[in-house]
C-alpha cells in the first residue's frame, strides 16, 4: 500500500542550528515527492519536489532535500534555522489514481519549534 | 499568474444548520481541484476531487457533499451540520494530471456548536 512516513511528529531546534526532518514512503513506482510548509491557521505551501534527475533538491525559503531510492526516504534539510521557520511540515508522495491523475499521499506532519 | 480564493476564513455554525464553502481558482483552465479536512493531529484527509465539471469523486463517506457548478469553482456543502464536522478545511488546486503538487486556499475554519 502506498503510505508516507514522518516518524518525528514534533522536533524543537535552536535558532541557527541545522535541522533534517525525516519521510519515508512506501511506493511501487518512481515517486514523485514534495514537501509542504504550513504556518498556524494558514494554508500549505510547496517548498520542494523532486520527480527526476538530481536527488538534491532545491527548494524555497534555504531550504534542500535529497531523495534515496535504496532507503525509500526524501528528508529536508536546512543548515540554519530562523525562527520564522516554526511550522508544520508535510511530506507527500504522488500516486496514480485510476482517473489517470496523481493523487497526494500525506504523511501526519513534523511540527518545528524553533528556541530562539 | 495563478491565485485561489477560499472563503469564509472563519465560520461559526450551530449543529443542524447548513454549510457552503467557496473556492475559485483564477489564471488557469480546466484545473484538477480538491477539498481537504485537516483535525489536530490528524493530517489531512481528501474529501472530495474534481478533473471537470461536474465530475466529483468523493474519498471518504461523510455529512459533506462538493459540487462543481464551472470550471474553476468548487464549493463544499452539507445540508445539516454535525458537531464532527468541526475542522480546518483547504481548498487546492492542481494541473490536469496533477503532476506538479497542488496549490492551497489559506483554509476555513469551521466550528459546529
Known amino acids: 500500500a502506498q503510505s508516507v512516513t514522518q516518524p518525528d511528529i514534533h522536533i524543537t531546534v535552536s535558532e541557527g542550528a541545522s535541522l533534517e526532518l525525516r519521510c519515508n514512503y512506501s511506493?511501487?513506482?518512481?515517486?514523485?515527492l514534495f514537501w509542504y510548509v504550513q504556518s498556524p491557521g494558514q494554508g500549505l505551501q510547496l517548498l520542494l519536489k523532486?520527480?527526476?534527475?538530481d536527488t538534491l533538491v532545491q527548494g524555497i525559503k534555504g531550504f534542500e532535500a535529497e531523495f534515496k531510492r535504496s532507503q525509500s526516504s526524501f528528508n529536508l534539510r536546512k543548515p540554519s534555522v530562523h525562527w520564522s521557520d516554526a511550522a508544520e511540515y508535510f511530506c507527500?508522495?504522488?500516486?496514480?489514481?485510476?482517473?489517470?491523475?496523481?493523487?497526494?499521499?500525506w504523511g501526519l506532519g513534523t511540527s518545528l519549534a524553533v528556541n530562539p | 499568474s495563478q491565485t485561489i480564493h477560499q472563503w469564509p476564513a472563519t465560520l461559526v455554525q450551530p449543529v443542524g444548520s447548513p454549510l457552503s464553502l467557496e473556492c475559485t481558482v483564477e489564471?488557469?483552465?480546466?484545473?484538477?481541484l480538491y477539498w481537504y479536512r485537516q483535525a489536530a493531529g490528524r493530517g489531512l484527509q481528501l474529501l472530495f476531487y474534481?478533473?471537470?465539471?461536474?465530475?466529483i469523486s468523493s474519498e471518504v463517506p461523510q455529512n459533506l457533499s462538493a459540487s462543481r457548478p464551472q470550471d474553476r469553482q468548487f464549493i463544499l456543502s452539507s445540508k445539516k451540520l454535525l458537531l464532527s464536522d468541526s475542522g480546518f478545511y483547504l481548498c487546492?488546486?492542481?494541473?490536469?494530471?496533477?503532476?506538479?503538487?497542488?496549490?492551497f486556499g489559506s483554509g476555513t475554519r469551521l466550528t459546529v456548536v
Open positions: 489564471g488557469t483552465s480546466n484545473p484538477n
Open positions: 474534481s478533473v471537470g465539471i461536474g465530475q
Open positions: 511506493y511501487g513506482a518512481t515517486p514523485y
Open positions: 487546492a488546486w492542481s494541473p490536469v494530471g496533477g503532476n506538479y503538487g497542488y496549490t
Open positions: 507527500a508522495v504522488g500516486a496514480w489514481n485510476a482517473g489517470n491523475n496523481r493523487k497526494l499521499i
Open positions: 523532486y520527480f527526476s534527475g
